[in-house]
Nanobody, 115 residues
Framework: QVQFVESGGGLVQPGGSLRLSCVASGSIADFYIMAWYRQVPGKEREYVARISNGWSTDYIPSVKGRFTVSRDNAKNTVDLQMNNLKSEDTAVYYC?????????WGPGTQVTVSS
């Protein structure tokens, strides 16, 4: 089964930017939709953004206009550019397929937005 490894997280001040990257161990071209999710301790993992093989994108309202999702099927990567970060964006971020994520989740990457 394809596995995902996320990177690019870190500590950033409010208003700052980060670019997350997800590398898959196999071809992501097989998956029509790839997505980013995030999870805060004690809460359910939530969907954040997704992109289809046709490069159609969708975002949750709270990140629309600030986050941009992209994919490179040749490199088997999915990126998430995050601008104007807010404290409520603090979470562990994961990538996976959508709408039915694979069972194996990657380690995620921690994003902390704090002054």
């Amino acid at each position: 089964q394809v596995q995902f490894v996320e990177s690019g997280g870190g500590l950033v001040q409010p208003g700052g930017s980060l670019r997350l990257s997800c590398v898959a161990s196999g071809s992501i071209a097989d998956f029509y939709i790839m997505a980013w999710y995030r999870q805060v301790p004690g809460k359910e993992r939530e969907y954040v953004a997704r992109i289809s093989n046709g490069w159609s994108t969708d975002y949750i309202p709270s990140v629309k206009g600030r986050f941009t999702v992209s994919r490179d099927n040749a490199k088997n990567t999915v990126d998430l550019q995050m601008n104007n970060l807010k404290s409520e964006d603090t979470a562990v971020y994961y990538c996976n397929t959508s709408p039915f994520p694979l069972d194996d989740w990657g380690p995620g990457t921690q994003v902390t937005v704090s002054s």
